[in-house]
T-cell receptor, first 114, second 115 residues
Framework: KQEVTQIPAALSVPEGENLVLNCSFTDSAIYNLQWFRQDPGKGLTSLLLIQSSQREQTSGRLNASLDKSSGRSTLYIAASQPGDSATYLCAPFAGGTSYGKLTFGQGTILTVHP | EAQVTQNPRYLITVTGKKLTVTCSQNMNHEYMSWYRQDPGLGLRQIYYSMNVEVTDKGDVPEGYKVSRKEKRNFPLILESPSPNQTSLYFC??????????????FGEGSRLTVL
């Protein structure tokens, strides 16, 4: 069974800092990995999708990398802003014998202070 | 506009009264799935469907049923709801075509309270 761990569980930083959020997973047989953000009481917003054949994806101030063989993904946020405050979730999409299953990490709660 | 639509968005019901949460997507996606989100437990997958008439259990299927008779719809059925099914529910869909698995799109969520 896939297990997903996100570190740190919470992060509080001043505005302008560059951040690194980590996601590790135990089963490397995945189709892709997706990063989401969730604001309190709201739904999930997709940030980046990395296919298993890719090493990284970029969107604006966000960059996500994937090392499938070691079961790790990293979300890099450049020049953080208060509007980035949210919970960040990673979700590897299973292939292999568990294909179709999606497991979420517990998330990193990010607070960016003005 | 591409979207996943869930209904109802909010529901308060009583133990044992059957209910259905509907989910519909307009993107012609093959894959659809249901999740529940609980404080301290995070998001957990209930059921998923690869295509019409193809469904499989996620991590927490007990107490739920699903059906996929049409590509666009994937209802979640609670035959006899219990208080431990009080939760925030999300439906999601994505392209699934061989090795091509696209971005997962989520609905806005359905907050269910079972008294």
């Amino acid at each position: 069974k896939q297990e997903v761990t996100q570190i740190p569980a919470a992060l509080s930083v001043p505005e302008g800092e560059n951040l690194v959020l980590n996601c590790s997973f135990t089963d490397s047989a995945i189709y892709n990995l997706q990063w989401f953000r969730q604001d309190p009481g709201k739904g999930l917003t997709s940030l980046l999708l990395i296919q298993s054949s890719q090493r990284e994806q970029t969107s604006g101030r966000l960059n996500a990398s994937l090392d499938k063989s070691s079961g790790r993904s990293t979300l890099y946020i450049a020049a953080s802003q208060p509007g980035d405050s949210a919970t960040y979730l990673c979700a590897p999409f299973a292939g292999g014998t568990s294909y179709g299953k999606l497991t979420f990490g517990q998330g990193t709660i990010l607070t960016v202070h003005p | 506009e591409a979207q996943v639509t869930q209904n109802p968005r909010y529901l308060i019901t009583v133990t044992g009264k059957k209910l259905t949460v509907t989910c519909s997507q307009n993107m012609n996606h093959e894959y659809m799935s249901w999740y529940r989100q609980d404080p301290g437990l995070g998001l957990r997958q209930i059921y998923y469907s690869m295509n019409v008439e193809v469904t499989d259990k996620g991590d927490v299927p007990e107490g739920y049923k699903v059906s996929r008779k049409e590509k666009r719809n994937f209802p979640l059925i609670l035959e006899s709801p219990s208080p431990n099914q009080t939760s925030l529910y999300f439906c999601a869909s994505r392209i699934w075509s061989g090795e091509d698995t696209g971005e997962l799109f989520f609905g806005e969520g359905s907050r269910l309270t079972v008294l």
